[in-house]
T-cell receptor, first 111, second 115 residues
Framework: GQQVMQIPQYQHVQEGEDFTTYCNSSTTLSNIQWYKQRPGGHPVFLIQLVKSGEVKKQKRLTFQFGEAKKNSSLHITATQTTDVGTYFC???????????FGTGTRLQVTL | GAGVSQSPRYKVAKRGQDVALRCDPISGHVSLFWYQQALGQGPEFLTY????????KSGLPSDRFFAERPEGSVSTLKIQRTQQEDSAVYLC?????????????FGPGTRLTVL
């Protein structure tokens, strides 16, 4: 079935360094959502991208949707310890109700 | 309520027991979703309700899994004859509309451990 892959699986950075996670699909996506899950917590919605080539920013976070709508990225500038968690991309695949989550990228930030 | 709530937060069951997990979505939210999240993995879709109608149950792993939302608000996920592979966090999410463009609001989850 439809799979949404993310790389890297894990990244460890020092506070202040930048971080990027990439999300790839084999098929064209209608939209893509990003969620953050803190350790021991539940997924929290960050943003949704709909348009080809769309770029959205939230403070230090920049989200991009590829021109072909098959890939997306999340870039964090100058990471902070509060950025620790797992970042998932997610897309509706197959039916309009089935949200398929990517494999996730776990971010660890140390001082 | 302020957000999606789930109960119990933790459940330990002996293999073969039946369990029932409850989800209280955000008031007025039309859509309700159940997910299963294994350790170190992303949430996996189980089923979807639009009001009281279960429109998609394609993710339910076996006929031991059953979900209902009889009055279009509270939902219950029931697992019969639990197996060790059922151990996971079960997440409930709700969404205000019916379109796939809406964000989903997740509850804290129920961590099920089957011994």
């Amino acid at each position: 079935g439809q799979q949404v892959m993310q790389i890297p699986q894990y990244q460890h950075v020092q506070e202040g360094e930048d971080f990027t996670t990439y999300c790839n699909s084999s098929t064209t996506l209608s939209n893509i959502q990003w969620y953050k899950q803190r350790p021991g917590g539940h997924p929290v919605f960050l943003i949704q991208l709909v348009k080809s080539g769309e770029v959205k920013k939230q403070k230090r976070l920049t989200f991009q949707f590829g021109e072909a709508k098959k890939n997306s990225s999340l870039h964090i500038t100058a990471t902070q310890t509060t950025d620790v968690g797992t970042y998932f991309c997610a897309a509706y695949t197959g039916t309009a109700s089935k949200l398929t989550f990517g494999t996730g990228t776990r971010l660890q930030v140390t001082l | 309520g302020a957000g999606v709530s789930q109960s119990p937060r933790y459940k330990v069951a002996k293999r073969g027991q039946d369990v029932a997990l409850r989800c209280d979505p955000i008031s007025g939210h039309v859509s309700l979703f159940w997910y299963q999240q294994a350790l170190g993995q992303g949430p996996e879709f189980l089923t979807y309700f639009q009001n009281e109608a279960q429109l998609d149950k394609s993710g339910l792993p076996s006929d031991r899994f059953f979900a209902e939302r009889p009055e279009g608000s509270v939902s219950t996920l029931k697992i019969q004859r639990t197996q060790q592979e059922d151990s996971a966090v079960y997440l409930c999410a709700s969404s205000p509309g019916t379109l796939s463009y809406n964000e989903q609001f997740f509850g804290p989850g129920t961590r099920l451990t089957v011994l």
